[in-house]
């Protein structure tokens, strides 16, 4: 169900100050009236309905007249919702954490002919046949092990010399012995997510090219190194390192048990630095990038952070830009999105906790930040489909059936 968040215009907040070229009614027919923009926005722990209101509150107050409704997606995904109201000619005017491709891009508004575009994050990798429909904050990095200082202490692993899947699987062993839950994962969207932080830095620092050839056929699942890092996780479930009863906690409940020093390792983006320093356990949690069965370290996967798309449909389309330009392109607001969320943009700094430098620095020494965008974007659902077989690893599915149902579902949709 959709909900619906209002607030007046006109309250201040620091995150954001901009004053725009446009006049907030330019190009609406309910200019003299006020506009009322709708944002399809993500919810996440570090991402909350408060953080949104705050920050928007600011374009209000710079753009008199203009009023940000927040749409919340609850459990399904932006791109559904999106969809959703389309489907029920109740088009939003922006929406965040969807990525332009082939098969949807003509829901999207153009902006290419608009100067500013070029000067945001991921520009070019996530273009369209040559164009630019999608603004980004800044961008992310995912192939990220966080780990218990106290959990590895007391089992005595040095997290230092994990960098072979076997490594990674023997530390699970000991950290088990020493009376912690190895790996925490959780359900939603989070087991299929883990899973390409996992395979994706060994994957593709292999074959950079690897999703596109997928794209072309020429590549499998069931027939590449993805078989082996389904082997890996399938072994990691039937020897108790990932607890079957983890896929009935939310992405949340899994978060704050491993805060919470339940469990010793979590695989997850570095957007899970701020909820570590929300709950002053930085210090206290250490990161390494992800072991693979191939070079390290390896690239990190990684993707444009904090993205917005404007609605093709929208009925204030003129607003819907210049608001989209203010998120993506102004100091303060790229400042405060970049640190709620623990992302990195060039020529963008904030102060950061011990376990941030450490993210820094981890991406500071990595060959290269693995995207799959463009050529290299994952057909519609993908994610969706790829978070369905990693689950049914839990309830009696073989590795290969996982992968080779990836495939048949890819094949299906061609």
Known sequence: MRTMWRRACGLTVAPLVMASAV?????????????????????????????????????????PGVTIKLELTGTISPDAKLRQDLAAGDPPDVAQQITPKADNVSLFTDLSDQPWIKKTPLTAQYAVGGKHYVAGVGEQIQSLVFYNKAAFAKAGVDAARITTMAQFTSAMG???????????????WVTGAQFSMIADAGVLTADPEWSAKRNQGKASFAESGYLPYFDHYKSWIDDGYLEKSALG???????????????????????????????????????????????????????????????????????????????????????????????????????????GTSVQQILDKAPSVLVKSGESEPITGFSDELNKQIQSLYTGASPEDAADGLDKWWNSQS
């Open 23 to 63: 006049a907030c009614g330019g190009g609406s027919d309910q200019a003299s009236e006020g506009t009322t923009l709708r944002v399809i926005v993500n919810i996440t722990p570090n991402l909350t309905e408060k953080y949104w209101n705050d920050l928007f509150d600011g374009y209000e107050k710079a753009h």
């Open 174 to 188: 000991e950290l088990k012995d020493a009376g912690y839950k190895p790996l925490q994962t959780a359900g939603q």
């Open 249 to 355: 906690l939310t992405y949340a409940d899994g978060q704050t048990a491993f805060l919470n020093g339940k469990s010793a390792m979590y695989v997850m983006g570095s957007f899970f630095v701020p909820a570590a320093d929300a709950a002053k356990k930085s210090d206290d949690i250490g990161v390494f990038t992800m072991p693979t069965d191939g070079a390290y370290p390896s690239g990190q996967f990684g993707n444009i952070s904090n993205p917005y798309v404007v609605v093709n449909k929208s009925r204030h389309k003129a607003e819907a830009i210049e608001f989209v330009k203010w998120a993506t392109t102004d100091a303060a607001a790229i400042k405060s999105q970049l640190a709620s969320d623990g992302n990195l943009r060039e020529g963008f700094t904030y102060p950061m906790s011990s376990l």
